[in-house]
Nanobody, 124 residues
Framework: QVQLVESGGGLVQAGDSLRLSCAASGRPFSSYSAGWFRQAPGREREFVAAASWSGGITTYADSVKGRFTISRDNAKNTMYLQMNSLKPEDTAEYSC?????????????????WGQGTQVTVSS
């Protein structure tokens, strides 16, 4: 098993940047693919970005492509989400998740482990 803890959320203005971190403990993080998801009040959980176990393959939601960058440092058992040019519509609780190493999925049901989430609020 792996335990995940997110950090780095906060209140920022539109156009600002934030970097979220996801710290993993337990089984080596390199054993898993990993992703970021977000959920705004009254809305379903939404895929944001995902990275393969090595970080060599990444995929993004169209809504964040070109603004967000997912990366991971397996030596530090940590994954990151660099968020630039933030918009009010990016406001949500952001969660990291870990899943099977052999696929990099955009579907939350294919992830086995989840963190508690960190809130990102972007004011206009």
């Amino acid at each position: 098993q792996v335990q995940l803890v997110e950090s780095g959320g906060g209140l920022v203005q539109a156009g600002d940047s934030l970097r979220l971190s996801c710290a993993a403990s337990g089984r080596p993080f390199s054993s898993y693919s990993a992703g970021w998801f977000r959920q705004a009040p009254g809305r379903e959980r939404e895929f944001v970005a995902a990275a393969s176990w090595s970080g060599g393959i990444t995929t993004y939601a169209d809504s964040v492509k070109g603004r967000f960058t997912i990366s991971r440092d397996n030596a530090k058992n940590t994954m990151y989400l660099q968020m630039n040019s933030l918009k009010p519509e990016d406001t949500a609780e952001y969660s990291c998740a870990a899943g099977p190493s052999w696929k990099t999925s955009t579907h939350p049901n294919e992830y086995d482990y989840w963190g508690q989430g960190t809130q990102v609020t972007v004011s206009s």
